[in-house]
Nanobody, 116 residues
Framework: QVQLVESGGGLVQPGGSLRLSCAAS????????MNWFRQAPGKERELVAT????????NYASSLKGRSTISRDNYKNTLYLQMNSLKPEDTAVYYC?????????WGQGTQITVSS
């Protein structure tokens, strides 16, 4: 079955960096676009970054553009999100996700807390 396992979150000071990872299994990873979402307390889940199956096309929400890089390793079936210049408003649970046919799959999420 489809499994997505995020890691790499933690507590970081404003201005710091983190690299999130998402290990994928149970589907043909390399042919699917992959997404990163986040959900802050009391807010809806929002899409923050997308990457095509081959990795050549990326897209970012305005909130992350210029500060983050989404990437993937199709040999390791792993998705990444490098986040720099973190701000307190980046505090959220970050999820990787994939849509296969009509169904959305999510991982369990990894918490990022940006605080001094």
């Amino acid at each position: 079955q489809v499994q997505l396992v995020e890691s790499g979150g933690g507590l970081v000071q404003p201005g710091g960096s983190l690299r999130l990872s998402c290990a994928a299994s149970g589907f043909n990873f390399r042919i699917y676009a992959m997404n990163w979402f986040r959900q802050a307390p009391g807010k809806e889940r929002e899409l923050v970054a997308t990457i095509s199956g081959g990795g050549g096309l990326t897209n970012y929400a305005s909130s992350l553009k210029g500060r983050s890089t989404i990437s993937r390793d199709n040999y390791k079936n792993t998705l990444y999100l490098q986040m720099n210049s973190l701000k307190p408003e980046d505090t959220a649970v970050y999820y990787c996700g994939v849509k296969i046919l009509t169904r959305d799959y999510w991982g369990q999420g990894t918490q990022i807390t940006v605080s001094s």
